[in-house]
């Protein structure tokens, strides 16, 4: 059975940073008719069963400077891999992960250029919720440079027969101490598009130099011993 996603934000912002989105009153409806403001956008790979999340910042780019995101299921599985150490996770894998690359230095000599530095604030992942927040300390956030201007956030596993049969995710930016946008995904309403294939940084390119910077961090390390090891006792340095 096909499944389908259901998208609703709203917007709010305050009066220094000027009009960002028209309020449309509709029945009972209220929705934000600015189609160029940030927009939390999903997509699926695995046959369904893993759901990628991505901020693209769009014409809210350098107007916010933190981001909270909370999902929730009654199915999220493999919670327990790729937060600890080594190459961040690329999106659209089995498991279910934030992406470690908001959080890592940028000049960690492992994997050079991929983190972005964040600062992180109470990530929670388990088999219900995966959610956190934070943004990089003292600067702006933007997507602008990431291919196709998305930045991603999470991976999300489920390890139902079927895929997700429970899903909402709601992503909240915020400039200060003033929200700019909170928007949100859910079953079961409108379709997620295939995770694409050009990669995202800190996926298939970062992987690659990260793997390269890796290996010459490593033959540096190698060269350092075996010089150590060939010197008179007596030199020190």
Not at 70 to 75: D, F, G, I, P
Not at 104 to 123: M, N, R
Request: proline content about 7%.
């Amino acid at each position: 059975m096909e499944k389908r996603y259901m998208k609703t934000h709203s917007c709010s912002q305050p009066t220094m940073m000027g009009a960002l989105c028209t309020l449309v009153i509709l029945a009972t409806a209220c929705l934000c008719a600015s189609t160029d403001a940030a927009t939390l956008v999903g997509y699926q790979s695995n046959g369904g069963h893993s759901i990628s999340l991505f901020l693209k910042g769009g014409a809210l780019n350098n107007g916010f400077n933190a981001l909270s995101l909370k999902a929730t299921s009654n199915a999220f599985a493999n919670v327990n891999s790729g937060l600890a150490a080594g190459v961040p996770r690329p999106a659209g894998q089995a498991f279910t992960y934030r992406n470690r690359a908001l959080e890592l230095d940028p000049l960690d000599p492992d994997v050079p250029g991929v983190g972005k530095g964040w600062t992180i604030l109470g990530p929670i992942i388990n088999t219900t919720e995966v959610s956190f927040g934070g943004g990089p300390l003292g600067k702006k956030i933007t997507t602008a440079g990431e291919p196709r201007g998305e930045l991603f956030l999470a991976n999300l596993y489920s390890g139902q027969l079927n895929g997700f049969s429970e899903f909402n995710a709601t992503l909240t930016l915020v400039y200060g101490g003033d929200t700019v946008l909170t928007e949100s995904l859910s079953v079961p309403l409108g379709g997620l598009p295939p995770l694409p294939e050009v990669p995202e940084p800190s996926s298939a390119a970062l992987f690659m130099a990260a793997i390269v910077g890796g290996a010459i961090a490593q033959r540096k390390r190698a060269a350092v011993q075996t010089e150590s090891a060939g010197r008179p006792a007596w030199i020190s340095h």
